[in-house]
C-alpha cells in the first residue's frame, strides 16, 4: 500500500515537471519547425533542431531532461540496494586469457572494481606477474581506454590505441617492451583520426599497416555527427612522425569504403580487404611485401592483384603456406566454409573447399595453431562447439564442453604449440583453458584459471532453451533464466533481451550485473535469439533485414507472447531491453505493441530510420535497413521508424532511453529526437500515467571502454526504474 501510494506521487510529481519541459519543447519545436524533403514525401521533422549538438537550444534541452530524469530517479525506493548489490556482485577478478608475444606472456585483468582492465606481462605461465600497462593512470575518472594491441613480430615493440569518453575515435601511440631498449626514447609518437582499424606489424619489426580518416575538426571528436569519408590505408614506420607515413591504398571513387590491411602469417604478402557496409561480403586484394620498401612509394600506394573485385561474399584470411591461402567465407555457403586459394593459380575454378559448410552448425570462428592445424568454432543452436583440424580438413579433436555456454575468447598463434580458450555461460563467469601439444600427437588440455566468484550460488538456478513460433510459423530459440524454486504463476518479473541485427549472434554469457535481477527480484532473465542475427548463418540475418525488418518485432513480440502464454508472467511484468539495433528494436516494438509490455528501455538505439544514414558512420548500415533515399526502402522504413511512428490516444508503458553525449556511433540526436516525439505526443495526455524519460551519460559513448563505475552507474538507475514501475520489492 505504501508503495502504491508512493507511486501516484512521484507519477503527479513528474507530470508537472515535465508539463513546464514541454512548454520549453513546443517553443522550440514552433519556432524551428522543420520538413525534410524525402523523395517526393514531406515527412515532418520538428525536432530538427536537435541534431545540433552544440547549439545553445539543444544544451539548455539536454540540461532539462537530465534534471527530470535525476528527480525522478531520486525517489525509487530501491536504488541503494541495488547499487550496493551489484558492486558487490561486480567485485570479483576477471581475466583475459594470455597470449604470447616475444619470450613474454601478456593477458589483462581486472582485480574487480578497477574502472580500466590492466595489462600483464609475465616470463613464463608461473612466474610472477607485473603490471605492463595501466589506462587507469591516465584518467582520474577511468574514462580513457585501451581500444587496440598489436606487438611486433619480435615483441620488442607494442602499438596501442586510447580513446577518451567512449569515443569510437582513437589515436595509437607506440612504445617498447623493454624500457632500456635502445630505441625506447625514440619511439612514443601518436597517430590520429583512427576510427574502426587494427594494427598489422611487417616482420622486420620497423612499422605497421593501420588505416585511418582524413584529419576532422578537433571540436568535434567524440560528439561531432558528419557523415565520414576516404577511410585509407597507410603505413607507419616507428620513430617517425605521422606527417611522414605512406599512403598504401585508398579509394577516393568510393569514399565511403572503409578498409584494412593485414600482413600474412609469413610476412610475405599484405591482404587489403575492403567493406562497403557492415554485410558480411568484402573485396579482397594483395600485395607483395617480399621486397616491400615504403621510401619507394608514390602518391598512388603498392599495387596490389584484385583477387576479388565484387561483393558478393566474405572473405576472411585465416593463414597460408607461401602462395595457398585459407579462408574463411560464406561464398556458397550461408554456414561458412573454409576454402583454399593459390595466389599463384588464382582462377575460380582452382578454389577448393577444405571444411565443406556443415548441414546445419554455423562456421563462426577459426585460427591457425601449431603451424598446419585448424582451430574451429561452430554455433549449434546459438551454443558454441569447438574442434581441432588439420589444413587437410580432416577432424582431429573436439573439445567437450561444460554446459550451455558460449566461447568467449581464444588466443592462439600460427606458430605456437599451445592455445587458451576461455568458456561462460548465463550463469558462470569465464574459465580459461590450456592446451599444449605434444610430440606424441595427443596434446594436453588443462584448467588454467576458474574465476572465483562469491555471494552467488549458480547451482540455485537453471538456464532453458526453448523454441517457440513467430508469426509466420519460423521456429524462434530463446534462453530463459531463473531459480528453480520459480513457480509459474504468471506473475513473475521478466527481462527480456533482443538484438536481432547485423549477422550478430547473441549467445550465453557471463554478466554479473543482471545476478542482482535474479536473486534480489526473484526475476526472470530471457533472451530471444530472432532473426536478423547470425545464429543460423546469413539467411537467418537476411531474414530480418531491409523490407524483411518486420520479422525481426515479430519475433520478439511472439517471445513476450511466448512468456505470457506459458504461464511464466504477464504483459505489465514484462521489460524489454535492447542497446544500438536493440534499442531500435525496443522502441518499434513499444509503439506496435505497447499493451504487450509493462517496460522499455532502449539504450544508444536508431530511432531515425529516415536521416540515419547521414550521421557519422551510419552509411554503413544500410545493407541491413536500406536507405530512405530509394523509394522502396523508403514505403518499409517509414511503416516503423521509432521517431515517425509514436502513436496517440495509446496509453504506452513505462519508457527509459539511456543514450551519452560522446556516442559517435549512433548518435545521441536518435534519443533525443524519439523523447521528444514521446514527451509531446503523449506526455501531457491524462490516460498516459506512465513516465517517459531519458538518461543522458556525460563523458561515455557507445559502451566500449565505458569504466566500471559508470557501469554499475548506469545500470543501478535501470533496475531501479523497471523495479519501480512494476512494484516490485526488493528480496535479501
Known amino acids: 500500500m505504501v508503495t502504491r501510494r508512493l507511486v501516484v506521487l512521484d507519477w503527479i510529481d513528474y507530470c508537472l515537471s515535465l508539463l513546464i519541459l514541454l512548454f520549453f519543447t513546443k517553443e522550440l519545436s514552433f519556432l524551428q519547425d522543420h520538413q525534410s524533403s524525402i523523395l517526393t514525401s514531406e515527412v515532418e521533422d520538428p525536432y530538427f533542431w536537435l541534431e545540433d549538438p552544440d547549439s545553445k537550444e539543444t544544451q539548455e534541452w539536454v540540461e532539462n531532461q537530465i534534471s527530470l530524469t535525476t528527480k525522478y530517479f531520486d525517489k525509487f525506493q530501491w536504488k541503494d540496494q541495488i547499487k550496493k548489490r551489484m558492486t558487490e556482485l561486480y567485485d570479483y577478478p576477471k581475466y583475459g586469457c594470455p597470449h604470447r608475444e616475444g619470450d613474454r606472456y601478456f593477458f589483462s585483468k581486472n582485480d574487480g572494481l578497477q574502472n580500466q582492465y590492466v595489462t600483464y606481462q609475465q616470463k613464463d605461465l608461473t612466474s610472477e606477474a607485473e603490471v605492463f600497462f595501466d589506462p587507469n593512470t591516465l584518467s582520474e575518472d577511468g574514462t580513457i581506454s585501451l581500444r587496440a594491441s598489436s606487438f611486433s613480430k619480435s615483441g620488442e615493440f607494442w602499438a596501442y590505441g586510447l580513446s577518451q569518453s567512449g569515443s569510437d575515435w582513437s589515436h595509437y601511440q607506440i612504445r617498447t617492451v623493454d624500457p632500456n631498449h635502445p630505441m625506447a626514447d625514440k619511439v612514443g609518437e601518436k597517430l590520429e583520426w583512427i576510427k574502426f582499424g587494427g594494427i598489422s606489424w611487417t616482420h622486420d619489426n620497423k612499422g605497421f599497416f593501420y588505416s585511418r580518416y582524413p584529419a576532422q575538426k578537433e571540436e568535434d571528436k567524440g560528439t561531432g555527427t558528419e557523415s565520414l569519408s576516404n577511410h585509407s590505408c597507410y603505413y607507419h614506420r616507428i620513430g617517425t612522425p605521422q606527417s611522414e607515413d605512406k599512403l598504401i591504398f585508398a579509394t577516393p571513387d568510393h569514399p565511403k569504403w572503409n578498409m584494412g590491411g593485414y600482413v600474412s602469417n609469413d610476412g610475405q604478402y599484405l591482404i587489403i580487404s575492403i567493406h562497403e557496409s557492415t554485410d558480411p561480403v568484402n573485396l579482397l586484394y594483395w600485395a607483395s611485401l617480399k621486397d616491400f620498401d615504403p621510401e619507394s612509394l608514390g602518391d598512388s600506394g603498392i599495387s596490389v592483384t584484385k583477387l576479388v573485385d565484387t561483393f558478393e561474399a566474405e572473405f576472411e584470411e585465416i593463414t597460408n603456406e607461401g602462395s595457398l591461402f585459407y579462408f574463411k567465407t560464406n561464398l556458397d555457403a550461408p554456414l561458412y566454409k573454409i576454402i583454399c586459394i593459390d595466389f599463384e593459380n588464382p582462377a575460380r575454378e582452382n578454389w577448393r573447399d577444405v571444411i565443406p559448410q556443415s548441414s546445419k552448425d554455423v562456421l563462426s570462428y577459426v585460427q591457425c595453431v601449431n603451424n598446419d592445424n585448424l582451430l574451429v568454432c561452430w554455433i549449434r543452436d546459438v551454443v558454441d562447439i569447438l574442434e581441432l583440424y588439420n589444413l587437410q580438413g580432416k577432424l582431429l579433436r573436439q573439445f567437450e564442453m561444460p554446459g550451455l555456454g558460449s566461447v568467449a575468447s581464444i588466443s592462439a598463434k600460427h606458430d605456437h604449440k599451445e592455445f587458451f580458450y576461455s568458456f561462460t555461460s548465463f550463469l558462470a563467469p569465464s574459465t580459461i583453458y590450456h592446451y599444449q601439444f605434444t610430440e606424441d600427437g595427443e596434446g594436453k588440455l588443462s584448467t588454467f584459471r576458474e574465476a572465483t566468484f562469491k555471494n552467488f550460488d549458480p547451482n540455485d538456478y537453471v538456464t532453458e532453451q526453448v523454441f517457440y513460433p513467430s508469426k509466420d510459423g519460423t521456429k524462434i530459440p530463446m534462453f530463459i533464466v531463473h531459480k528453480k524454486s520459480l513457480v509459474r504463476d504468471g506473475n513473475n518479473p521478466t527481462y527480456l533481451y533482443g538484438y536481432g541485427g547485423f549477422n550478430i549472434s547473441i549467445q550465453p554469457y557471463f554478466s554479473a550485473i543482471r545476478l542482482a535481477w535474479l536473486s534480489n527480484f526473484n526475476g526472470i532473465y530471457a533472451v530471444a535469439n530472432i532473426r536478423g542475427g547470425g545464429e543460423y548463418g546469413e539467411e537467418w540475418h537476411k531474414a530480418g533485414t531491409k523490407e524483411k525488418k518486420q520479422n525481426v518485432f515479430d519475433d520478439f513480440h511472439a517471445a513476450a507472447e511466448y512468456l505470457v502464454e506459458n504461464n511464466y508472467t504477464n504483459p505489465k511484468r514484462i521489460s524489454i531491453h535492447g542497446g544500438s539495433n536493440g534499442g531500435l528494436l525496443v522502441a518499434a516494438c513499444v509503439n506496435q505493441r505497447p499493451e504487450l509490455y509493462g517496460v522499455g528501455v532502449a539504450a544508444v538505439g536508431v530511432m531515425d530510420m529516415l536521416k540515419f544514414h547521414t550521421y557519422t558512420i551510419g552509411h554503413f548500415w544500410t545493407a541491413d535497413y536500406g536507405c530512405s533515399d530509394n523509394p522502396e526502402d523508403f514505403e518499409y522504413l517509414i511503416k516503423y521508424s521509432p521517431v515517425h511512428n509514436v502513436k496517440a490516444g495509446t496509453p504506452y508503458p513505462s519508457v527509459l532511453l539511456t543514450t551519452a553525449d560522446h556516442d559517435d556511433r549512433v548518435s545521441p540526436l536518435h534519443s ?61
Open 672 to 732: 533525443y529526437k524519439l523523447i521528444a516525439s514521446l514527451q509531446n505526443t503523449l506526455g501531457k495526455e491524462e490516460y498516459q500515467k506512465n513516465p517517459l524519460l531519458i538518461r543522458i551519460e556525460k563523458k561515455a559513448g557507445h559502451g566500449a571502454g565505458t569504466p566500471t563505475s559508470k557501469i554499475i552507474e548506469e545500470h543501478s538507475d535501470v533496475y531501479a526504474f523497471v523495479a519501480h514501475e512494476m512494484g516490485l520489492e526488493w528480496s535479501d
